[in-house]
């Protein structure tokens, strides 16, 4: 069964944020990077490359469905940030309105009856709950830590732990 034109938009659609989100990471490494946090520049970096992936992981669906993938220009992310807690509850709201979109997809491939949609995202639904509860936490500690400098520099190293493809909890 070919998926209907307006649940492959819906998933372009998807794609184009996931894309999106992944620059607007990108472009908050930069700012880490500028700010001399260069562990959460890493950190950042990487989940940059993780929404890639999950992009990919959409493209890859519509590609082995026969469905039109359409790609549209990416806004310039953000540049300036106030604090290393800005960067970070601007991820967090990234990520909800992330979870928001793969909700109301989900939802659209219910109404559909576009049941291997549904599977497929099942594992993104599962994903955004990690992905907010991992911003969650990062955003808690830095509200706590607040411009305690010797605490944000040991903070930063700590999130410059992260390796790519580690499934980690950030404490």
Sequence with gaps: MKLSKAMQ???????HMELASSYKYLGMSAWCEFAEFPGSAQWLRIQSAEETGHAMRLYKFLADRGARITLEALPAPQQNYKSLLDVFQNA?????????????????????????????????????????????KIVAVLERIKDDVPSLLEYDRFLGSRSEGAEEEEE
């Design 9 to 15: 938009a819906a998933i372009n659609e998807q794609i």
């Design 92 to 136: 967090l709201k990234a990520e909800e309105s992330v979870s928001e979109s793969i909700n109301k997809l989900y939802e659209l491939s219910l109404k559909e009856k576009a049941f291997s949609t549904a599977a497929q995202l099942q594992w993104f639904l599962t994903e955004q709950v990690e992905e907010e509860a991992t911003c969650r």
